[in-house]
């Protein structure tokens, strides 16, 4: 049985798309934002879900703090309890794009290539969940 999910965040797991779809309902302070997701690690593990949509369109906080911690702590993780590469999608405001300190805040998609997972920024949840189902495809 898995534990309730924090204030701060809605998930559902889609079957028909084998997709675990994440939307963070506000903004996060970093201690928040690690528990958030550790939290979405252990729905993840209970389906054996490796690919994540990720709606933080309503938590405009990336920074570099959260940044260093996902990348050192938290990604690295993925690959023992999910069982493969990991396929993180986030569904971002256009204007987060735009932003200086979040778009430095992100790696570049060079990082992702020799890593156990990898993920894209999307304005649009149709090309993000069709990414995701071009991942699954790679596997297939």
Request: charged share 25%.
């Amino acid at each position: 049985m898995l534990p309730a999910a924090p204030e701060f965040i809605e998930v559902a797991y889609r079957t028909d798309l084998d997709v675990l779809l994440i939307r963070w309902m506000r903004k996060v302070e970093l201690e928040e934002m690690c528990r958030g997701y550790f939290y979405l690690l252990e729905v993840a593990a209970h389906h054996q879900c490796r690919y994540w949509l990720l709606d933080a369109r309503r938590r405009f906080n990336t920074d570099r703090e959260g940044a260093q911690w996902m990348v050192a702590t938290f990604l690295p993780q993925l690959r023992a309890r999910l069982g493969g590469r990991a396929y993180l999608a986030y569904l971002l405001a256009p204007v987060t794009l735009r932003d200086a300190e979040a778009d430095a805040a992100f790696p570049a998609a060079s990082f992702f290539q020799d890593k156990p997972y990898t993920a894209e920024r999307f304005v649009d949840e149709r090309l993000a969940i069709q990414w995701l189902q071009e991942g699954q495809q790679l596997l297939a």
